[in-house]
């Protein structure tokens, strides 16, 4: 071995020394810069009419209050901008009203078309997110000529976002008016305003109403000054990101809506969430990037961030940090005073109230003819005592509903809905069809029992809908559980193959359906192109699409009747939206039912039982709290591991879990245990 030469020993020894004082800060003061308190504003009601022509002559404008002047982009340290530049916000229920004075002594416009690249020019911008999650957020750029650049994004550019310039905010009223003169060197301008009325309905999206009193958005300003031609661009702001990167959302402002008119005034701005929570969280999420960036791979559990004191003394007593991680993705989440607060490695933020602090745990059950009613009733009393609120019944029987309810569980009736045996007299033209031509009626797949009905066949979502009405309103049924809401299995989970001596690598045409008559012409009618003519239909995103529609159809319409009756409706679906779209067509990530519960039985896919935790994470991400995720875990795959299954399954968002085979007396005394170790409420 070479001798390292005493100056590069000392340069190695000198980085170590750096690197090793970097990271021997906390992450918070690691990455200070992107991390300083946002600027905040508290935005009152118009008392009359506001005409938008640029010249803010009303008294609501006169009496509402301009924000500090614009910094630079870049934060603390960075020189003072040359013009001064202050914006004001009003409210009334029907838009948001933005109006900036914007200092200039020579005032420059040359772009005239709509969807410019408008920052080419001076400008000003504003950025709007109102739910705050940093994602689906809206860019309106315009300069002094009044001309305007409109836009949506998906999510930051930093995530791999992606903007829609397409989208032109529909019923934008904005203005200018220039103190001075366009273009012209030879005098010395004043200033040019602008004036903006952004409608309610054309930034609401998915939100309900976002335009409320007590509502709290995130926006920010920037101005886009070209000091000198050729630039560099000045990028001055109400404030600061910490770096020339406004797609930032996290450190946008928080603008406040206040239910007070401008002319009384006089409320302070009410923060939705801790505000030192959410700080250490994008710590977490700066530090995770940086590291990814030099190693490939993520930090993946709390230890690994090094906190440090002054981290730690931003949480509030009790407070839990959740850290989960695979090379590729990961999730932060921190449960602190009742709520949990989530960070994906793409930006999205979301917190609600703490699902770890409130769970309801199930259990799927046959009517077993052979218990007895009082054993039925120790059961009962045994489940309730545990930590079980609801049990979910194969079938109905009126006295052992009402001994459930009794015992205080809820009891819901789990009933099959596309795989129906009972129909092969009645509704033989109703069974689905393989690439094959092979009709389920005379030849299911895999198992006898496996008699699927094709969703297009006329009158089936009617009948349907009213066999789970008829269920609906037996007498101490609290909710329908629909099961088997899908296609035969394309693609088996790979721990069942060995049972049915098959390799399912790539889908297979025996296995492959919905190829009958009606969906065929159905389909046909819709793009001019015959299924069967398809030569890769596992590729065909418009054929895959037809058949996940045609079972959302179906659930549509028990869900809607169900719903008239009151009761709750659930289903029993394949683990991950993602995988149960491929393997059954079963969209049900876009269904609109109470409840979902991923039968995530992890020996199936020949998985661990870490798996429960990512299967969980992908379904409660993708219904973003539009409904509950029970977690259906399989009593034998995870007696082993019965306590980190659970945790699994609540540390990533589940609202409950609901057991297949299971607990035994032993087990459900260990969910109690569980239960009150963790301070789980019932």
Known sequence: ?????????????????????????????????????????????????????????????????????????????????????????????????????????????????????????????????????????????????????????????????????????????????????????????????????????????????????????????????????????????????????????????????????????????????????????????????????????????????????????LLPKGSKIIVEATNSSYLLSISSEGKLYTLSDEGKFNYKDDIRRIVKNWVWTGLDAKKSIGQWKEWFDLLKECGISAVLFEGYGEDIYKLCKESGLEAHHWKWTMNRKDLLESHSNWYAVNRLGESCFDKPAYVNYYRFLCPNQSGLATFLANDYVKEAKRPYVDGLHLDYVRMPDVILPVGLWDNYKIEQTYELPEYDYCYCDVCRSKFKNQTGIDPLMIKYPMENQSWINFRLNSITNIVDSISNAVKTEGKFISAAVFPGPSMAKKMVRQDWGNWSLDAYFPMIYNKFYLEGVDWIGESVRESVTTLNGKASIYAGLMFSDIKDDFEKALDLAFDNGADGVSFFGGPDKEYLYRLKNYLEEKGYKK
Not at 59 to 73: G, H, K, R
Not at 178 to 198: F, Y
Not at 238 to 257: E, K, S
Not at 260 to 288: E, H, T
Request: proline content about 4%.
């Open 1 to 313: 071995m070479k001798k390292i030469g005493l100056i590069r020993m000392l340069m190695i020894l000198a980085y170590m020394m750096i690197s090793s004082t970097a990271f021997s800060k906390g992450v918070t003061e690691r990455f200070e810069r992107f991390l300083t308190e946002p600027a905040s504003y508290v935005c009152y009601r118009t008392t009359g009419k506001i005409n938008i022509d640029g010249e803010l002559n009303e008294t609501d404008w006169e009496n509402a209050i301009s924000t500090e002047p614009f910094v630079d982009i870049s934060g603390a340290g960075f020189a003072k901008p040359k013009y001064s530049t202050r914006a004001k916000m009003l409210w009334d229920d029907n838009y948001l009203f933005v109006a900036a004075v914007l200092e200039d002594d020579n005032i420059v416009a040359k772009l005239s078309k709509r969807d410019t690249i408008i920052y080419y020019d001076n400008d000003f911008e504003v950025f709007i997110d109102p739910d705050g999650d940093g994602h689906n957020y809206f860019e309106i750029e315009n300069n002094a000529r009044g001309v305007i650049f409109d836009l949506m994004l998906d999510k930051p550019y930093r995530n791999g976002g992606n903007f829609m310039i397409q989208w032109d905010c529909p019923g934008l009223r904005l203005a200018v008016h220039n103190n001075g003169t366009i273009n012209n060197q030879e005098d010395k301008d004043k200033s040019w305003v602008v004036e903006m009325a952004i409608p309610r309905e054309a930034i609401t999206l998915n939100f309900n109403n976002p335009l409320n009193a007590g509502k709290c958005w995130r926006v920010n300003f920037s101005r886009v000054q070209w000091l000198k031609k050729g630039g560099p661009e000045e990028n001055w702001v109400w404030t600061p990101t910490g770096r020339v990167d406004m797609h930032m959302p996290d450190r946008w402002g928080y603008l406040y809506f206040s239910d007070k008119s401008v002319a009384q005034k006089g409320d302070k701005i009410v923060y939705p969430y801790n505000r030192n929570v959410y700080k250490l969280l994008w710590a977490m999420f700066y530090a995770q990037q940086q590291y990814h960036s030099k190693s490939g791979r993520y930090y993946r559990s709390e230890k690994e961030f090094i906190f440090s004191d002054i981290d730690r003394s």
